[in-house]
């Protein structure tokens, strides 16, 4: 069964602390990973795509990694408004994502 | 204006009513989907459309029902609402070439509340 899940599932850091977010996931044959970020309120905005291991996406404070089994989502001196819900997921079948439940993050000043 | 636009963004009703959600968007997408999202559970796939006249079963269609009136319109329907379909709604769309990436574009959600 295709799964993804993601750890923690909050995080609250200081401004400017370093972290990393973790998205582990099983499916068979991926077709990506991708990675969203959602604020209270709101839908989910698109962020990343990664199709392949090692490959890295960067945009602004944020890289996304991936490995066989695990992408990862580091968060370089976070802002407050870096404060939101990251989502991840995978494709195995064209135009159907499978998420995870997300990871709540905090960053205060 | 928001590019996918869902109503009503917010809805209270009691066991048994028939409810519908509206999506319609502006972004000349072909491929529009419903999801539902539970805290704890993350997004999870109700049914989505490719074009007007294809329509498919996502991982949690039991209980609902979709019409594809257009292009630009995707409408779920809960026949007769039960109080674990309680939950918030989302649209999203995407192109064909941007599914391949994994990039749909989501409405502001649904808030659905059965009593």
């Known amino acids: 069964e295709d799964q993804v899940t993601q750890s923690p599932e909050a995080l609250r850091l200081q401004e400017g602390e370093s972290s990393s977010l973790n998205c582990s996931y099983t499916v068979s044959g991926l077709r990506g990973l991708f990675w969203y970020r959602q604020d209270p309120g709101k839908g989910p905005e698109f962020l990343f795509t990664?199709?392949?291991a090692g490959e890295e996406k960067e945009k602004e404070r944020l890289k996304a990694t991936l490995t066989k089994k695990e992408s990862f989502l580091h968060i370089t001196a976070p802002k407050p408004e870096d404060s939101a819900t990251y989502l991840c997921a995978v494709q195995a079948l064209v135009g159907k994502l499978i998420f995870g439940q997300g990871t709540e993050l905090s960053v205060k000043p | 204006d928001a590019d996918v636009t869902q109503t009503p963004r917010n809805r209270i009703t009691k066991t048994g009513k028939r409810i519908m959600l509206e999506c319609s968007q502006t972004?000349?997408?072909?491929?529009m989907y419903w999801y539902r999202q539970d805290p704890g559970l993350g997004l999870r796939l109700i049914y989505y459309s490719f074009d007007v006249k294809d329509i498919n079963k996502g991982e949690i269609s039991d209980g609902y029902s979709v019409s594809r009136q257009a292009q630009a319109k995707f409408s779920l329907s809960l026949e007769s609402a039960i109080p674990n379909q309680t939950a918030l709604y989302f649209c999203?769309?995407?192109?064909?070439?941007?599914?391949?990436?994994?990039?749909?574009?989501f409405g502001e959600g649904s808030r659905l509340t059965v009593l």
């Open positions: 990664l199709y392949s």
């Open positions: 999203a769309t995407s192109r064909p070439g941007l599914a391949d990436t994994g990039e749909l574009f």
């Open positions: 972004k000349g997408h072909d491929r």
